[in-house]
């Protein structure tokens, strides 16, 4: 009765999804001639590795829904032959949901997501493989990927705030330092021996603009003038370092007061607050009314005992590693130093601070983490692409059964699909998952979900 109705509808799904693929195959196709009709041998060249990338992805829908077909037809048959046992056996509703669960809509959903990519790939892949090739020494290579990997994209959203960039850099190769040789070329030029500048940031700004590592130096890095002993561990976590410990020249603000402060908030718009230790110790210990803030209670206990280390991937001030030492778990907080002193000020809480920038392989090794938690800086301004880079590598350092905490991303309403399907495409498990509205085009998503084994 209402089975094969459902079942029906399975099939009438995949059929349009099939035809769905036909469009996006003949779509990809079109596109691809125009562009190699316009375009020298060497973007052919690109067009076809594209192409084989595009092809490998669409065998996997296909595949997918082939033996789903396979599968629904074996359930169907006996189904029509044997109406009456089919009755008699009366299967149950749970067990009719857990078949049309696991063995219909899982993989229809994958092979959602695999379209979608195929989707993805046609709008930003090939139209920027297109402009590729220009940079005499991103030319200098051969791979693809890697071409992709060092031309950087214009964010989603103009200039970012944050990183003062209206593209971003993937680094850590170091041929960002040939495009900043003049930058390079100050930062190196010091005194054996003496005082380094006061020149930090310049450095920073190397890194940022993908000049990454930086070269080691034999110069002393300074200090601030009176370095006072730090709070003691009994209360460092949750008590105002004392300012005297950092180096203010390059801020507004001289001291942390000034930037627990309201009137600065403009000055880091990514953690709003995050100085204000009064503010700070509410966090996640309370859901809001939107749902949006899980409780970090609440996330360790379904994995009790088992999450030990990890990651926060985030712009704040070491809160959360703050939490977690709480609950006995060590957490290694990224940040640089944007617009504040957020590496020394995580520093003097007794946590640690990993100088890491947003387009760096993580200094970890693959399927080490417990956990892996992100707020601010993936946010709805970050490219498809950069994400997309960014994602896969979270998934390398998360161990099989680890979790990833996405703690209110925010984008644009508009984007929001992009973004999800780069969030779900490695079909993590959902332990939890809330979208709240931000503002009128703006929304939140929240989420927390389990790496499964890949072996
Ligand atoms: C199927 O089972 C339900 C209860 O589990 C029962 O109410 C219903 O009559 C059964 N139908 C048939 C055709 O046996
Ligand atoms: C490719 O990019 C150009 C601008 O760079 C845009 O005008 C064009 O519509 C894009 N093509 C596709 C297929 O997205
Ligand atoms: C923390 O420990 C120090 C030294 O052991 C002690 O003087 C201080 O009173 C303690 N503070 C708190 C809040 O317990
Ligand atoms: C937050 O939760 C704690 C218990 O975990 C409760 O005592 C406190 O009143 C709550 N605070 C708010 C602001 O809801």
Not at 169 to 174: C, S
Not at 195 to 223: E, F, H, S
Not at 381 to 399: I, N
Request: net charge neutral; with cysteine.
């Amino acid at each position: 009765m209402g089975s094969h109705h459902i079942v029906f509808g399975g099939l009438f799904i995949m059929a349009s999804i099939s035809s769905l693929s036909m469009f996006y195959l003949a779509r990809f196709f079109m596109q691809n001639e125009e562009i190699c009709m316009h375009s020298n041998r060497l973007n052919h060249a690109n067009e076809v590795l594209d192409a084989m990338a595009m092809a490998a992805r669409l065998k996997q829908v296909l595949d997918i829904m082939d033996r789903l077909g396979a599968k629904l037809e074996t359930t169907l048959q006996p189904m029509e032959k044997n109406q009456d046992k089919f009755h008699r056996d009366n299967i149950s509703r749970s067990e009719f949901n857990n078949f049309l669960e696991k063995d219909v809509i899982r993989p229809l959903y994958s092979a959602y997501i695999a379209l979608k990519q195929i989707q993805e790939y046609s709008r930003i892949e090939v139209n920027k493989s297109a402009t590729l090739g220009g940079d005499p020494v991103i030319n200098t290579f051969v791979s693809e990927e890697l071409k992709k990997y060092m031309t950087p994209n214009d964010n989603q959203v103009g200039t970012n705030k944050l990183y003062e960039t209206e593209k971003i850099y993937r680094g850590t190769i170091g041929f960002g330092c040939v495009s900043m040789k003049k930058e390079l070329d100050e930062y190196m030029d010091y005194e054996i021996g003496s005082n380094c500048k006061d020149d930090w940031n310049l450095g920073q700004t190397l890194i940022v603009r993908g000049c990454d590592p930086l070269p080691r130096r034999r110069c002393l890095a300074r200090a601030s003038k009176l370095y006072l002993k730090p709070h003691s561990i009994n209360e460092s976590l949750w008590l105002m370092p004392d300012g005297r410990n950092v180096r203010w020249s390059n801020y507004q603000c001289k001291n942390f007061e000034c930037l627990a402060s309201k009137d600065v908030e403009h000055d880091f718009p990514p953690c709003t607050g995050c100085f204000d230790m009064e503010k700070e110790k509410l966090r996640w210990i309370n859901h809001t009314v939107q749902h949006i803030d899980f409780v970090i209670k609440d996330v360790l206990a379904l994995k009790a005992g088992e999450i030990r280390i990890g990651l926060d991937f985030s712009v704040g001030t070491g809160t959360f590693a703050a939490r977690m030492r709480e609950q006995d778990v060590t957490i290694v907080s990224t940040a640089m130093n944007l617009g504040a002193p957020f590496n020394e000020m995580i520093a003097l809480r007794g946590l640690i601070p990993l100088y890491v920038t947003l387009n760096e392989r993580l200094p970890f090794f693959d399927n080490t983490m417990d956990l892996i938690h992100t707020n601010g800086v993936l946010d709805g301004w970050t490219d498809l692409k950069s994400l997309d880079f960014v994602m896969f590598d979270l998934d390398r350092v998360l161990r099989p059964g680890g979790l990833l905490w996405i703690d209110r991303f925010f984008c644009k309403r508009k984007d929001l699909d992009d973004y999800l399907f780069l969030f779900l495409q490695f079909g993590y498990r959902k332990h939890m998952w809330a979208v709240a509205p931000k503002s009128k085009d703006e929304v939140y998503l929240s989420g927390l979900l389990e790496k499964s084994n890949r072996g």
